[in-house]
């Protein structure tokens, strides 16, 4: 029992003739005879009686036919769900590894749950890199940092960032970390530790704290892969690290921690001014709305 023959099943039952259904379907009289046929035979009953000139149901006809109309719309369903899935809607979104740990979380689920029909598709990486790939537009937004108060932060990516908009959504502590012990500290010469640990080179985090500990010593960097690796680094007395509060926050062995703030950063959405779709503008007005919430 196939969809075709319960199409031609219905369409008999609806016109009540052999010749009319055949010309709806465009079928040859004799083709939608020899279905009906083979769909009795294969049921073992009749569905129609064949008394006069109207093609009648039977009380077998009658029961078979409501579920023929259920299993029509269920495949008709089916189709569109498959065709639309085929076109679903994708938002490229980038992310620094901070944020998608500590900010992005909720803030996917409300989108996922507010727009089931539009897929995210979700890349990690450091300001730089995100910020060229948004002006490529490999990227439809992206998660970002930059100090505060400092607008030409960005230019260093290359590129025109005259073309970015930007919205601010977070504002973060920026911290540097240190063992357990060790002595407060005022200025860079006043870091006991041989190294700094931190993310890669286009890291705003890292290039702030860089920028700062060079004001007063030549220490060397270490690029570690996540912020789990750099508080390993820090709680094992072999580096200085670098990373926001709100990181610091949810990670283990925290307590003891001591720190030091070098200042505020804030985190951006940016995107391109020429390319703001409707997805992106609700995924927009989602963080915003996050933003204010945590606040």
Request: net charge neutral; aromatic share 4%; hydrophobic share 45%.
């Amino acid at each position: 029992m196939d969809l075709s023959s319960l199409e031609i099943f219905l369409t008999v039952a609806e016109e009540g003739s052999v010749a009319r259904a055949a010309k709806r379907l465009m079928r040859a009289p004799s083709n939608v005879t020899t279905r009906v046929q083979q769909l009795e035979e294969q049921l073992e009953v009749p569905l129609f009686s064949r008394g006069g000139k109207k093609m009648a149901l039977t009380v077998e006809g009658r029961s078979l036919l409501s579920y023929a109309r259920k299993l029509m719309a269920l495949a008709e369903e089916a189709r569109l769900a498959v065709k639309s899935a085929g076109r679903q809607m994708v938002l490229r979104v980038g992310t620094m590894e901070s944020a998608a740990a500590s900010r992005l979380p909720p803030v996917l689920a409300r989108f996922n749950e507010e727009n089931p029909t539009i897929s995210l598709r979700l890349t990690l990486g450091a300001t730089r890199e995100l910020t060229k790939a948004v002006l490529a537009g490999e990227l439809d937004c992206a998660v970002i940092a930059t100090p505060q108060d400092e607008p030409d932060w960005l230019s260093s990516t290359g590129g025109n960032v005259g073309d970015l908009h930007s919205a601010r959504v977070h504002r973060e502590d920026l911290l540097l970390v240190l063992p357990p012990g060790h002595a407060p500290v005022a200025a860079p010469q006043d870091i006991r530790l041989p190294a700094l640990a931190a993310l890669e080179a286009g890291c705003t985090y890292r290039q702030v704290a860089e920028r700062w500990i060079r004001t007063g010593t030549n220490m060397p960097t270490v690029e570690l892969s996540s912020y789990h690796a750099i508080l390993a680094h820090v709680v094992a007395g072999n580096a200085v690290g670098v990373m926001p509060r709100s990181v610091l926050d949810m990670l283990p062995w925290n307590q003891d921690i001591n720190a030091h703030r070098l200042g505020s950063v804030d985190t951006l959405l940016i995107s391109r001014r020429k390319a703001r779709s409707d997805p992106l503008l609700a995924f927009e007005e989602i963080m915003l709305t996050s933003s204010t919430a945590v606040q």
